[in-house]
Nanobody, 117 residues
Framework: QVQLVESGGGLVQAGGSLRLSCAAS???????????MGWYRQAPGKERELVAT?????NYADSVKGRFTISRGNTKNTVYLQMNDLEPEDTAVYYC??????????WGQGTQVTVSS
């Protein structure tokens, strides 16, 4: 199985920034090349929603365009989310996502992002 480990969440004031990181690997230590990686989030009382994905191109939710930037590491098993100009509405649990061979989907445990006003 594949394990995704997120880091970088925390508590920030409105207008601040956070950088989320995610590294994916097999539980036996194997390294995978993932065609698509990304970030989703789920706020209290709401459904999980797409934030951003990256494969051959990038895709962003309208609510984060111009504020968030997704990027990948050189090994293709890492993904980052630079979040600038954070708003209280961005408060949610953020989940890392990875897809292998356009068939297998994997999810991280989530990291809490809280933006205070």
């Amino acid at each position: 199985q594949v394990q995704l480990v997120e880091s970088g969440g925390g508590l920030v004031q409105a207008g601040g920034s956070l950088r989320l990181s995610c590294a994916a690997s097999g539980t036996s230590g194997r390294i995978f090349n993932f065609g698509t990686m990304g970030w989703y989030r789920q706020a209290p009382g709401k459904e999980r929603e797409l934030v951003a994905t990256i494969s051959g191109s990038t895709n962003y939710a309208d609510s984060v365009k111009g504020r968030f930037t997704i990027s990948r590491g050189n090994t293709k098993n890492t993904v980052y989310l630079q979040m600038n100009d954070l708003e209280p509405e961005d408060t949610a649990v953020y989940y890392c996502y990875a897809q292998h061979l356009r068939k297998y989907d994997y999810w991280g445990q989530g990291t809490q992002v809280t933006v205070s006003s």
